[in-house]
């Protein structure tokens, strides 16, 4: 749309994925199906519960098995105008990952208006970027965050949460710049001046496995879409396995 940035996921295995939020906007995060929608920064959410990304939030997020889901990207400015101009009241949106639980008739709400949003745009994409249609589609999908922000948050990140989410976003930028080889844990601790059972801890917190598995998966992955992407006349896959820490 013209402010915000919808999107529709279906997800038919388990996945991890990192997150960088932009820093003029918020995420917002709700389930379209009865699976266990994703975990955002190892927070897990319940029935009825919708997650926000604060502005410049950096975060893993994995699904543990088949599950939809949508978000919503909208410019943190024109939120706050918007809540200000509506109920008067000041909205003070938590810097990390948090969990809300609004009224179950302004939840639905929010994700029928998202379903019926993603339907129209993948059946007739020309109806949703047009001016009219997509402005007043804009304003009943701001309203309806609103209605769903105006209580109080169900879960806040407390301040040890936001430093896992810290440690992990330069473990993240750490892999990121040494993706041609495999580092050891003692060389990652000592990079982010950790420990190495804050690391097992944080690890465990938001990917659900060591650091060692996930450096492995990782670098399997880069593998692959190099191979995927790879001329097949001259590629060599001990040659792409190779620039990505793999000896054999």
Known sequence: LHRLRLLSAEESSARIAFF???????????????????????TATRAGEMVTLGAGHRSHTRSTSRCRWGSILLPTRLLLSYMSTITGDALVLPSGVCSWRPSMQAFRHLIRLHISATRVANARAGVITTSEPARTLEQELIDAVIACLAGKPAESGSDAKARHADIMARFEELLQAHTNRAMTSAEICAALDVSGRTLRMCCGEHLDMGSNSYMRLRRMQLVRRA??????????????????????
């Open 227 to 248: 191979l995927r992407g790879a001329a097949p006349a001259t590629a060599s896959v001990s040659r792409i396995a190779a620039q990505y820490g793999f000896d054999d």
């Open 20 to 42: 960088s939020i932009p820093s003029d906007a918020i995420l917002v995060s709700i389930p379209l199906g009865d699976n266990l929608p994703p975990l955002w920064g190892g």
